[in-house]
């Protein structure tokens, strides 16, 4: 096999990674009410025009909102106890999908083992697996762990 890097069936990108970085970031900050990005950016050391992409898609997702003007920024759309880590990783990758053919909700069929294929239950038990711990996971949660240990926390702007 020389030549052929390894691939991962599941890979969580920079704008998942950044995106739950935000979010747990604005669950730290929850009872504080608006945040800006710029805060965010600082504490998290965080592209902040990466973070403005990623807002857009938390938006349309409804898991956070803004609001404009002074004392603008983003904060969560519900409380962090209602937001789950499967959440914002659909609302920034998509459907969490191993394969193609175990995609969540109506699976896209393009293989030409289906039906009948030998290791489709795999496939089916790693997507089952990944949902469930995501979906286990809420931003209170993550909030309260791991609380960040630099002096960016008391970065705000």
């Known amino acids: 096999m020389l030549g052929i890097a390894p691939q991962a069936a599941f890979h969580v990108s920079t704008r998942g990674?950044?995106?739950?970085?935000?979010?747990?970031?604005?669950?730290?900050?929850w009872s504080?009410?608006?945040?800006?990005?710029?805060?965010?950016?600082?504490?998290?050391?965080?592209?902040e025009a990466y973070l403005e992409q990623l807002v857009?898609?938390?938006?349309?997702?409804?898991?956070?909102?803004?609001?404009?003007?002074?004392?603008?920024?983003?904060?969560?759309?519900?409380?962090?106890?209602?937001?789950?880590a499967?959440?914002?990783?659909?609302?920034?990758?998509?459907?969490?999908?191993?394969?193609?053919?175990?995609?969540e909700g109506d699976a896209i069929v393009n293989c030409v083992l289906q039906p009948g294929c030998a290791t489709h239950h795999v496939w089916m038990t790693l997507q089952s697996t990944i949902a469930k711990a995501l979906d286990g996971m809420t931003l209170a949660q993550l909030a309260a762990s791991d609380a960040p240990s630099t002096t960016k926390e008391t970065a705000r702007a």
């Open 56 to 84: 857009a898609s938390l938006r349309k997702a409804g898991l956070v909102r803004g609001k404009r003007g002074a004392g603008g920024g983003y904060m969560l759309a519900r409380d962090p106890s209602q937001i789950t």
């Open 17 to 29: 990674e950044y995106g739950m970085r935000l979010m747990v970031d604005l669950a730290r900050h």
């Open 32 to 47: 504080e009410g608006t945040v800006s990005l710029h805060a965010v950016a600082t504490r998290e050391d965080l592209p």
């Open 86 to 103: 499967g959440d914002i990783v659909r609302a920034l990758e998509g459907p969490i999908e191993p394969q193609i053919c175990t995609a």
